[in-house]
Nanobody
Framework: QVQLVESGGGSVEAGGSLSLSCVAS????????MAWFRQAPGKEREGVAS???????YYSDSVKGRFTISQDVEKATMYLQMDNLKPDDTAMYYC?????????????????WGQGTQVTVSS
């Protein structure tokens, strides 16, 4: 069982930056696959970025070049640096973890989820 706690959300103007953190705790806290997802009101949960234990990363096209995912295994923490934020980035952001997934940016592949942190970008 792993517990995931996100932090770092907030409100920012378009063009601004925010940095999210996800602290993992519990048995084998840092799973092989860690990811950030987001969900806006009335929309499906979508994959934003994923990082494998070995360091490989995946990004959705909508955030590529603006967001950077990273992890500190010793601190059992995953990060998401979000730059040049746009109003369309407004959503609840969730971190997710699992030992093995086939599609790193598919929400259905992950069993462990955090409670989410809200990101609001104003124009």
């Amino acid at each position: 069982q792993v517990q995931l706690v996100e932090s770092g959300g907030g409100s920012v103007e378009a063009g601004g930056s925010l940095s999210l953190s996800c602290v993992a705790s519990g048995y084998q806290a840092m799973r092989n696959y860690m990811a950030w997802f987001r969900q806006a009101p009335g929309k499906e949960r979508e994959g934003v970025a994923s990082i494998l234990r070995g360091g490989a990363t995946y990004y959705s096209d909508s955030v590529k070049g603006r967001f950077t995912i990273s992890q500190d295994v010793e601190k059992a923490t995953m990060y998401l640096q979000m730059d040049n934020l746009k109003p369309d980035d407004t959503a609840m952001y969730y971190c997710a973890a699992d030992f093995s997934v086939r599609l790193p940016l598919e929400a259905g592949e992950y069993k462990s989820w955090g409670q989410g942190t809200q990101v609001t970008v104003s124009s």
